[in-house]
């Protein structure tokens, strides 16, 4: 924070290095609704733990942390043709590189939560397909990412929605990483909130950062739940396990952020074998 604050070394940086640099150190006034960044980069690198990039994975973290060129880039996109840099790779749902990477996630959650002598399903159905009776049209209900059984209360029911944010894209300059990850929560309750109440569930909106894997109050509670029932279970301390689910959980963001710029986004249509709708 005292880099961040000193007006010499601000005015040695641009504004767009300064924003990595404050989103690392979670700058804003309502800083305390995120989390603490991964140390991902301190993290001693082993197979067994999920914690070894290869050197495009690494060289992508280090680009997506403090907003860098990609490297060696190609001119358009391989999937839509348009300009490509690393806020179109990012967003860009054409190969599907997004949703693996938002899936990724949500089944490390879900082993997580096994771990922890959880009951889970994926994709529960909060309210149903209907077809609207003026037009014939269908209406799509509302689907969570993960329903977990026992995450709150021994019978409680907690419905998950997971959803990976760049803080560094230009329609979200104005709002700090932790204003944004605020207001994704507040969308995601607004979206869900009621319906899933109506079932006698709660929701908990989990929403990270592209980037790193930094992440706001309804992830934090997650994580800090499950750290407990699994420190118990394994006679481990809650702290050391809740470290070890931040890693995981950063280093996957950061592998799947790193296939988004990576994919070769391949539309098989257009060799008569696939239609991706996206």
Known sequence: RGFIDDENSRGNLSKKMLRAIERMALGGDDSRSISALPTWISVHPTPRSGTRLDRHEFIDAIT?????????????????????????????????????????????????????????????????????????????????????????TTEGTAAIDFSIHDASAASYVNRS????????????????????????????????????????????????????????????????VESLIRRRIAFAVIRGSSRCIRSKRVVWNKVGLYVYDG
């Open 64 to 152: 997506l942390r403090y907003d860098l060129p990609v490297i060696e880039p190609p001119d358009k996109c391989p999937g839509c043709m348009k300009d490509f840099d690393l806020h179109h790779a990012l967003k860009c749902k054409l190969g599907g590189s997004p949703l693996r990477r938002h899936d990724e996630v949500r089944d490390i959650m879900g082993a997580i939560c096994h771990r922890a002598g959880l009951e889970t399903t994926r994709e529960p159905v909060i309210t149903p397909d209907r077809i609207d009776p003026n037009t014939g049209n269908k209406i799509q209900g509302l689907r969570a990412d993960l329903l977990v059984k026992g995450l709150d």
């Open 177 to 240: 990483p932790a204003k944004l990850i605020k207001d994704m929560e507040l969308k995601k309750h607004d979206k869900y909130g009621v319906s899933v109440a109506q079932k006698g569930w709660t929701f908990k909106p989990f929403t990270l950062l592209a980037e790193e894997g930094a992440y706001g109050g309804g992830a934090d509670d997650v994580i800090t739940k499950l750290a407990k029932r699994i420190a118990a279970k394994e006679q481990n301390e809650q702290a050391k």
